[in-house]
Structure formats: C-alpha cells, structure tokens
C-alpha cells in the first residue's frame, strides 16, 4: 500500500498528518522507516495498553458525530428506563420519592417516578410539536397515556419526529438558524441547537434522578447513564455490529 493510503486507512484526515503522528512515535518518516526493514517496534504507553479496533475503518455511513451519540444516547436510556418501569406497580410508579432534587427553573413536579418519565417524554413531545410548526394540547396527558408502556410508545413516535427535524439541521450545518417557537405565550426565538442543547441537558438530569428512584425501589438496573454505555451498544466501529438509530 502507498504511505497514503496507510494514512487514510489508519482514519487520518489527511498524509501530513499521519506523517507528523509517525515521526514523533518513532522519530523517523513513515517512507524512510519503511525503507529500513525493521520489524521491531515498541510504542511507550502511560497505561501499557494499545488500542487497536478491528476493522477501525469507520468512514461513511457507520460514523457517529456529536449529534448522533447525544440524541442517540439520550433515547437509548430513556427506552431502558421505559422498560424497566414496566415491572413496577401503579402504586409504585406513583409512591413519593425519598429524595427529590429541584434545579430547575420553571414549574415541573418530579415527585414520583411517573412525573420524571413523563417530564421526559413530554419534553420531547413539546418541543417536536414547536419545532415542526403543529399544535399541542399543553395539558397532562390522560393517565393511560402515562403508564410505562404508553409512554414508550410516545417516546418511539416523538423521538422518529424529533430525529428526523434535528438530522436536516445537522445535515444542513443549520444549529445557529433561529425559528419562531409559537407555542410559548408570548412567542419567542430561539436556535435550534440551543434547543437540542437544551433537551439533553434537562432530560439527562432526570434521567439520573429516574434511574436513581428505579433503584430506591429495588429494579436491578444496568449502568449508570454514561454515554459511554449507549456508544459501546452500537459500537459502529465493528462492522459486524449494525448501527442503530434513535
């Protein structure tokens, strides 16, 4: 293979770059280590492991950037939160939490861990709805759209919406673009990636706070949130795990 496409190969966005990498591990250029037949290397590293990814050729479709692992993760967690909720009771659903943290700054009860799923899901719903130009009825929902199970089914159908409006942004390079949110009273503007700011940074907090009353109320739960756990699940630097969407 020519030095570049070992350079691209290795995913370097470009041949001097791969080359600088090159020169400061091994003190030589690529070309001139390569003409020296040397088989041996060793690479110094703080913690003695190397990273290597089979098949770490990731370019194309199976890349992930910061939009897909945010939103991605962010519907990825709140599923898992869904269905572990659905092996709780109504009574548990609805019992007052033992510890209930208050940050923000407008009116929201999260007293229950029904209140937190709902505010999740409910977020979304509203903010697909001003995104999108439709209307919403502002008002809670009915309680049978409120049990763990409809709110899935809210979650699978505001997230298909959602996905959709922020994946035109993304592809359009259109986060500073403002829109007109009408549903507020009196109207405001805001930019679109200050809202998808917005909603992962709210329902990350109550994501946490719902896993943590999952917890108080004895579901053996996995993981803790990390966006890391969402990124090794889809894993889309292996070819042979196919990549899933929000």
Not at 102 to 126: A, D, G, M
Request: proline letters at 4%; hydrophobic letters at 40%; a neutral charge.
């Amino acid at each position: 293979m020519s030095i570049t496409d070992v350079a691209l190969d290795a995913n370097y966005g470009s041949l001097e770059a791969f080359t600088r990498a090159f020169r400061k591990a091994f003190r030589t250029s690529p070309s001139l280590y390569r003409r020296l037949r040397d088989p041996h290397f060793h690479l110094p590293a703080s913690n003695k492991i190397h990273f290597f990814a089979l098949g770490s050729s990731t370019k194309g479709g199976m890349d992930m950037d910061l939009f897909d692992r945010f939103a991605g993760n962010d519907s990825w967690h709140t599923r898992r939160l869904l269905e572990y909720a659905g092996s709780l009771t109504e009574e548990q659903l609805d019992r007052p939490l033992t510890t209930v943290v208050e940050l923000l700054p407008w009116r929201e009860s999260n007293k229950t861990l029904r209140q937190l799923l709902e505010n999740i899901v409910f977020t979304k719903e509203v903010w697909t709805a001003a995104l999108s130009g439709a209307d919403m009825d502002r008002n809670a929902p009915l309680k049978s759209q409120r049990s763990a199970q409809a709110m899935l089914e809210r979650l699978k159908k505001t997230d298909a919406q959602l996905h959709r409006i922020f994946s035109d942004i993304r592809n359009r390079s259109a986060w500073d673009d403002t829109f007109v949110d009408a549903l507020c009273e009196p109207a405001e503007t805001f930019t679109f990636g200050g809202v998808f700011a917005h909603i992962m940074t709210f329902n990350a907090h109550r994501r946490l706070m719902a896993l943590a009353a999952l917890r108080q109320l004895g579901v053996q739960t996995e993981g803790f949130g990390d966006p890391m756990e969402y990124e090794e699940s889809v894993a889309p630097w292996n070819r042979q795990v196919p990549l899933k969407t929000p």
